[in-house]
């Protein structure tokens, strides 16, 4: 008897419910996976394998024959990422595997791929990088070996370098963005769109944050709790948060003119920034562990009492810490420059317009509130200050001697 009969009332609860069970049973289809490596240079040697989305790190391993050849197989309901290794440490192949497939991987001067298209893509894409990467390292260190003594023709082929890698890295930005933005359902663009050449990224998220929020809402619509899309997850967290600083930190930077703004110090003094009258001005911020740590404290007091004669003067900030705190080191450590601490919501908010994301940071600055450098180590600083120190030096006067005296000159 037929599931549907006309002579029976049509009841459409009763196919959505067959429907929904028909997908759960596609999508919870065991398929077989054969992996089938071709590597002559891996003969004899075991190739262990892991899955991203594996509790363990390392789920199984295989040795390779004296031929080169070597399979793995393995069952899986849905599309998996497996990465192979000799070492367990670097990871020269990256296989994206769905249910059924039959992949064959051979060596020879480079990686040749049937049976999954989007392992070929992965492979080829990063093989790219790779021999991108390894021009650029030996173009560079045959710059280096040359004389020292020939500067120009260094400097030469150096600005040549600078231009061959601006030129190489646009053209892998560009596959990477056309692979990633045009497959963003698949599981590679998670490794493609977060590429890198020599620990730069390729697509920076401060310019393609769209495409990654795409990749991102793209896999997450296809497989929510796996772990590979978990972790992009956290990858984009990350990347979401270093340019937030990014952004703070280019609020201000050398070169620019600090705003101008009132504090309180610990003490109940009101000072005004810039205003306090100095040469050069040292605005250093602290956390707690900062204010803590004697030698940054050791530091700042060397730095202090060598440059003041020449005309420094320095406020430390404490960013959330109780004005008692502040006090209590002003005595211990003999701090004669102003503290003030940063608690409330309106103090804290100044850090943002001084671009101070991360503690601790600094601000060197003139008289008149221009920038000179920015969280730069304190020896970076007194550096700085030794430069400021001799230009600003008035050159003694020169007495003319006797006999240089012009003849017509009053007696």
Known sequence: MPIFSPKKKFNPHVLISILVLMGFACTTRFGKVEIVLKVPNWAGRW???????????????????????????????????????????????????????????????????????????????????????????EFEQKIESLDSSNVRLKDSLLRVFGQVKDSLKDVLRNEAFLLASSNPYDLSSAFIVNAQLNSEQLLPYNKYSKLYHKVDSSLASLYPQKQIVLDFRKTLEFHRFTDSISRIENVLYPGMVIPTLQFETFDGKSITIPGIWAKWLLLYFLDKESIENSSIVYGLKNLYSRYKPAGIEMVTFGVKADSLVLVQKAISDSIGWPQIPLNDELSLGKLQLYGIARLP?????????????????????????????????????????ADTVPANSPQ
């Open 47 to 137: 190739v262990y394998y892991r899955n991203h989305d594996s509790e363990n790190t390392f789920f199984d391993s295989v040795l390779v024959s004296s031929k080169g050849i070597g399979t793995v197989t393995f069952q899986t309901t849905e599309p998996i990422v497996v990465a192979f290794t000799l070492d367990k440490k670097s990871y020269p192949l990256l296989v994206v595997a769905k249910p059924d497939e039959i992949i064959n991987l051979t060596y020879s001067n480079g990686w040749q791929v049937n049976g999954s298209l989007e392992t070929a893509r992965v492979i080829e894409f990063q093989e790219k990088i790779d021999k991108t990467s390894q021009f650029l390292s």
């Open 361 to 401: 940071g600094n601000i060197l600055i003139d008289r008149w509130g221009k920038v000179l450098a920015k969280n730069a180590p304190l020896q970076v600083i007194a550096e700085k200050l030794d430069s400021l120190s001799r230009v600003s030096k008035p050159k003694p006067a020169i007495k003319p001697k």
